[in-house]
T-cell receptor, first 112, second 112 residues
Framework: DTGVSQDPRHKITKRGQNVTFRCDPI?????LYWYRQTLGQGPEFLTY????????KSRLLSDRFSAERPKGSFSTLEIQRTEQGDSAMYLC??????????FGPGTRLTVL | TQLLEQSPQFLSIQEGENLTVYCNSS?????LQWYRQEPGEGPVLLVT?????EVKKLKRLTFQFGDARKDSSLHITAAQPGDTGLYLC????????????FGTGTRLQVTL
């Protein structure tokens, strides 16, 4: 257990529905990252927060994706109008200035 | 184009054998991390290396960061079934103090 928690662990949804995932970081970590991992691949960067500020977004993050970290603590990742191609493991990681990142257990999304 | 290439992609060995996994890039990384990931879980950090030429040992695992900070290796001595998993290298590119770029992964299976 790294101290990073994610909820839910699994989500099955129908195409076109909206989904929201939550990440609770290690309390003293001011950096928070979202990654997406598809089967057989390494995680791919989606977005990065330092405290409440979203400082970087990947081109993978289409207009249907939005992430927030309103108080610099927990973060949410929302996907609107889900598509089958969104099926993946969504990973949250947190860290400090030393660049080491600690990952949560992930949310497995299946879009039917 | 994958920034970090890992080899081999798959490795099946017997308990007690030694193995080495390689992580190569043409880019320079300010730090490099190795993770192990089990099915349905997030990556678990094994080590962070930051200095070119650095060698770190973690019990039967030895990690090396290349002198030019473009490559790394993970050597496991006397592999055990508990070492089975997906090994991922991930680097923070120089000048991007935010996201990790992950390698393609090496899936290791250790049998009795």
């Amino acid at each position: 257990d790294t101290g990073v928690s994610q909820d839910p662990r699994h989500k099955i949804t129908k195409r076109g529905q909206n989904v929201t995932f939550r990440c609770d970081p290690i309390s003293e970590h001011n950096r928070l990252y979202w990654y997406r991992q598809t089967l057989g691949q390494g995680p791919e960067f989606l977005t990065y927060f330092q405290n409440e500020a979203q400082l970087e977004k990947s081109r993978l993050l289409s207009d249907r994706f939005s992430a927030e970290r309103p108080k610099g603590s927990f973060s949410t990742l929302e996907i609107q109008r889900t598509e089958q191609g969104d099926s993946a493991m969504y990973l949250c990681a947190t860290g400090t200035r030393d660049l080491t990142q600690y990952f949560g257990p992930g949310t497995r999304l299946t879009v039917l | 184009t994958q920034l970090l290439e890992q080899s081999p992609q798959f490795l099946s060995i017997q308990e007690g054998e030694n193995l080495t996994v390689y992580c190569n890039s043409s880019s320079v990384f300010s730090s490099l991390q190795w993770y192990r990931q089990e099915p349905g879980e997030g990556p678990v950090l094994l080590v962070t290396v930051v200095t070119g030429g650095e060698v770190k040992k973690l019990k039967r695992l030895t990690f090396q960061f290349g002198d030019a900070r473009k490559d790394s290796s993970l050597h496991i001595t006397a592999a055990q079934p508990g070492d089975t998993g997906l090994y991922l290298c991930a680097g923070a590119l120089t000048g991007t103090a935010s996201k990790l770029t992950f390698g393609t992964g090496t899936r290791l299976q250790v049998t009795l």
